[in-house]
């Protein structure tokens, strides 16, 4: 069975920094595209920025110049820097991955980590 865990939300400041993780567990053969998603309070969730697995990475224009996605092959984590915090960042952030367990490979989601951004 596998697991996506994130870590690293919280409360900052305009301004401010935050490193979320995602490390995946279980039963893994190998972890293709590593994703984050957000959703903001009475919004849909909305793909932020992704990383394959190897290396290449693609972002939401929003979020281009302050996030950087990046991933440790190694761990089967992945990491979503987020620089210069705005208050429209302020939203649950979710891993999704793509991961193949067998022959076949199927999404994955964590459970989300919540980050605020205060004025």
């Known amino acids: 069975q596998v697991q996506l865990v994130e870590s690293g939300g919280g409360l900052v400041q305009t301004g401010g920094s935050l490193r979320l993780s995602c490390a995946a567990s279980?039963?893994?053969?190998?972890?293709?595209?590593m994703r984050w998603y957000r959703q903001a309070p009475g919004k849909e969730r909305v793909l932020v920025a992704t990383?394959?697995?190897?290396?290449?990475?693609n972002y939401a224009d929003s979020v281009k110049g302050r996030f950087t996605i990046s991933r440790d092959n190694a761990k089967n984590t992945v990491y979503l820097q987020i620089n210069n915090l705005r208050p429209e960042d302020t939203a649950v952030y979710y891993c999704?991955?793509?991961?193949?367990?067998?022959?076949?490979?199927?999404?994955?989601w964590g459970q989300g980590t919540q980050v605020t951004v205060s004025s």
């Open positions: 279980g039963t893994i053969f190998r972890i293709n595209f």
């Open positions: 999704n991955a793509d991961i193949q367990t067998g022959i076949t490979s199927r999404d994955y």
């Open positions: 990383v394959t697995d190897t290396g290449l990475t």
